[in-house]
């Protein structure tokens, strides 16, 4: 068949149908996916009675993380990969290719965490999924390493498009997240496939997640969409910073089964205290769109103040916005699965809302509060995601504000130019930037991230011991390959290297052959290469130096000399296999 396809179809038409039946694929598994949600969370509240609800909530979310620690250990051997970082991983490390279980294991885990009440977002799972489709479907049809890359993102584009009805914002998640670079006519196959999981979703899937219709903004307002800027960009700024703070929490805890039961438990009271934190919250922001955000106080402790005080129910949204990160961190810390995208667009409504009847209770001015609970989602995502055009477009799509466009424009720029400031990379790429595998915009900085620094490391190089005489040293010599040498003592630690160059004239003094150390003639390194730091910046050491090789340590040892050749070359090979 693939002999039949190299003769008859083009490489350009079978990437275009491959996109499609990628696009099909990953819409069918976000439909899928969040149908089962849909009707295993009516499930579980249609058998409890109404006035014992409250304390389905504190439970429901133990037993769902309970599962998805079950499933992940054995089903998955503890191989999860929460996120989309390891999405990222792959495309910058590992040539595109992601586990075949991811076609499979971030659809199970989310449905088991947030059908019961696991407060985090179904967009990483889903879109983790759809790219785990396009890589392993790529690698079957035989297509190169460039167009899998490119499939790869068009599985993430239409897991975002499929679960939002929103083609355009799926094309520009996975340029903004997943992809470091593209071609103008890569394009083409991403809105294919992300119209194609649009369609199927739109077929099989009952409206999209929020509703609202809006025609008009007053330009007396931007000031305020100015502060809802501001807000939004310290919104996201805590929202990642908590997120990582948490994690490390997590890492530090011991034994699985004590992360479920005190990290479910902990859930399950915020779930009690505010019940707008079970699940992903959705129904919460469309009660808003809808201009009810009295249904805050539903099912909980508070909602004896629902027609009594306003400032009980700004409170709530209050604490449900700041929480909203917390409830995430704790259900995925504690083995569930989920992501931060969902979480906030719930913060940022919730923000939104609060600006807007702040302004509005103070008399001074009335704005339409609909309008700052999606400027404020958008504001929110742009800054945690650090994908302005997403936020843009996929609110614009999912709530049918195209009308918003400029004050959107306002609020994501605001917004995404505070939280770089402070924030320099998002919710998915903090972690890889300090391993030093997150592929930048820059495509030179993309491919010197994808090389290996540990295996362009050589070590045939001759190392000589300080207390070595300088005859001792001139044997060496004559046997040596290479006209560098490092001085290492006993402990393995470099102490010094010396040069050919440097020591010539030294070697034709047989008169000091016994009595000249080699701790003598040896100099201090001009640099030293540590195995972790990453070759764009060794690079630009060796420029600044005007060096060609400097020596490379390991937890202070030596390990061998890293080349600038070595570099060059192996960015070579790898511009090769890109462009393959």
Same mark, same amino acid.
């Given at each position: +068949? ?62 769902? =993380? ?5 499933? *992940? &250990? ?37 449905? $088991? *965490? ?34 899998? &890359? ?99 929490? @997590? ?24 019940? #707008? ?99 404020? +989602?958008?504001? #929110? ?34 917004? !995404? =130019? =505070? #939280?770089?400031?402070?924030?320099? !990379?998002?919710?998915? *790429? ?24 540990? &295996? ?19 044997? =060496? @010599? ?5 006209? $560098? ?14 040069? $050919? ?20 003639? +040896? ?58």
């Amino acid at each position: +068949m693939l002999l039949w396809r190299l003769r008859h179809v083009s490489d350009r038409l079978y990437l275009i149908v491959v996109s499609i039946l990628v696009g099909a694929l990953a819409g069918l598994a976000a439909v899928l996916l969040k149908n089962s949600v849909h009707w295993g969370q009516e499930l579980l509240y249609g058998w409890i009675p109404e006035q014992k609800r409250v304390f389905a909530l504190f439970l429901y979310p133990i037993i769902g =993380i309970g599962l998805t620690v079950l499933f *992940t &250990r054995y089903v998955l051997q503890g191989q999860l990969g929460r996120g989309i970082g390891p999405i990222i991983y792959s495309v910058a490390r590992q040539g595109s290719v992601v586990p075949r279980s991811r076609m499979y294991s971030q659809w199970v885990s989310s449905f $088991l *965490t947030v059908t019961f009440g696991g407060s985090a977002g179904l967009e990483a799972p889903i879109s983790v999924t759809g790219s785990a489709i396009g890589s392993n479907l790529a690698r079957v049809l035989r297509v190169s390493r460039r167009e899998r &890359r490119l499939l790869v993102g068009c599985g993430a584009a239409a897991g975002v498009a499929a679960i939002f009805n929103s083609p355009i914002a799926g094309v520009l998640f996975a340029v903004e997240v997943v992809l470091s670079e593209l071609s103008a006519p890569f394009f083409i196959p991403l809105l294919i496939s992300s119209a194609t999981a649009t369609l199927v979703s739109k077929l099989l899937f009952s409206g999209q997640p929020f509703v609202l219709i809006t025609t008009s903004w007053s330009v007396d307002t931007v000031p305020f969409y100015l502060l809802l800027g501001l807000g939004a960009a310290l919104l996201s700024v805590y929202m990642i910073r908590i997120y990582f703070a948490a994690e490390k929490l @997590f890492e530090r805890w011991r034994g699985t089964y004590r992360k479920v039961a005190l990290g479910g438990t902990a859930l399950g009271v915020l779930v009690f205290i505010f019940p #707008t934190l079970y699940g992903e919250g959705y129904n919460i922001v469309q009660s808003l769109l809808s201009g009810e955000p009295s249904h805050l106080l539903d099912a909980s402790i508070f909602s004896v103040y629902r027609d009594e005080n306003v400032w009980i129910l700004l409170l709530v949204a209050g604490c449900s916005m700041l929480l909203k990160v917390f409830a995430t961190c704790v259900t995925i810390g504690a083995g569930g699965n989920g992501g931060m995208f969902g979480s906030s667009l719930f913060s940022g409504a919730l923000l939104g809302f609060v600006i807007a009847r702040l302004i509005n209770l103070s008399g001074l001015f009335v704005v339409p509060e609909v309008h700052f609970v999606v400027l404020g +989602m958008a504001g #929110t995502l742009a800054g945690v995601v650090h994908a302005p055009l997403t936020a843009i477009f996929l609110i614009a799509e999912i709530t049918g504000g195209y009308a918003l466009f400029v004050p959107l424009m306002f609020v994501t720029s605001c917004s !995404y =130019i =505070i #939280t770089r400031y402070f924030e320099p !990379y998002s919710v998915y *790429t903090r972690k890889l930037v300090q391993r030093g595998v997150y592929v930048h915009q820059d495509r030179d900085r993309g491919l010197l991230a994808q090389l290996d620094l540990p &295996r362009l490391v050589e070590t045939d190089f001759e190392p000589v011991q300080p207390d070595a005489t300088l005859g001792e040293l001139v044997d =060496i @010599f004559r046997h040596a390959t290479r006209n $560098l040498f490092p001085v290492v003592d006993n402990d393995g630690a470099l102490v010094g290297i010396i040069s $050919l160059d440097q020591v010539r004239d030294a070697l034709f003094d047989e008169q000091h052959y016994n009595t000249t150390r080699v701790s003598d003639l +040896m100099t201090e390194p001009p640099a030293t290469v540590n195995v972790d730091d990453t070759l764009l910046d060794i690079l630009r050491c060796m420029e600044q130096l005007n060096v060609w090789a400097l020596p490379v340590l390991k937890n202070g040892r030596y390990v061998g000399f890293l080349l600038k050749s070595a570099i060059l070359a192996g960015y070579r090979k790898q511009l090769i296999k890109e462009s393959e």
